[in-house]
């Protein structure tokens, strides 16, 4: 699938899509950026909230949040490699925000790639500490305080 795409951002519904969400998260963060399969799945996936977008009924994009008492841990946000830089990540940025809220957080916090660092800060992320290296891969912290 390429080119311009309809999508939806929602909560991610049933097994099947469960499924489907997570063979995403390994071709992209597996296999098109070489992180070990045991990093990906950190057996924390039971614990949190995952957000899926859907394109012609097909698991596009997707992401997860842990609420971790008053902190939203915003991650594995993954979109398939030919929709990208068409607003998927951010809506389901977006959508993240208000399941944060809606569920009482006062922050997000995230372990951004520094590549994709002007994605989060263009969702109002800022940066709150040094660039690291996670999974052979550069990262840096960001947060966004919800008020
Ligand atoms: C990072 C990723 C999730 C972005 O998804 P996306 O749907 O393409 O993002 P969006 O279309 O919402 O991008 C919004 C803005 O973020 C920035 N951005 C997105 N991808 C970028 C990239 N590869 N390089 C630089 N800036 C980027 C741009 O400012 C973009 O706006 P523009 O397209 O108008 O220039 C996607 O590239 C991906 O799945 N990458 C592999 C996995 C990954 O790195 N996940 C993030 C871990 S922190």
Known sequence: MSGTAVYEVR????EDEFHSALVLRHEVF???QGVPAHEELDGRDHEG??????SAGEVVGTCRLLMVGPTAQFSRLAVRQGLRRQGI??????LAEQEARRAGSSRLV?????YAQ???????YRIRGRVFV????????MERRLG
């Open 89 to 94: 990540a951010t809506a389901l940025l977006e």
């Open 49 to 54: 909230l995952h957000l899926v977008a859907i």
């Open 11 to 14: 909560r991610l519904s049933g």
């Open 30 to 32: 597996c296999v098109e």
């Open 110 to 114: 995230l372990h951004a790639q520094t």
């Open 118 to 124: 002007r994605l989060y800060e263009q969702a109002g």
């Open 134 to 141: 996670e999974a052979g891969i550069e990262h840096i912290a």
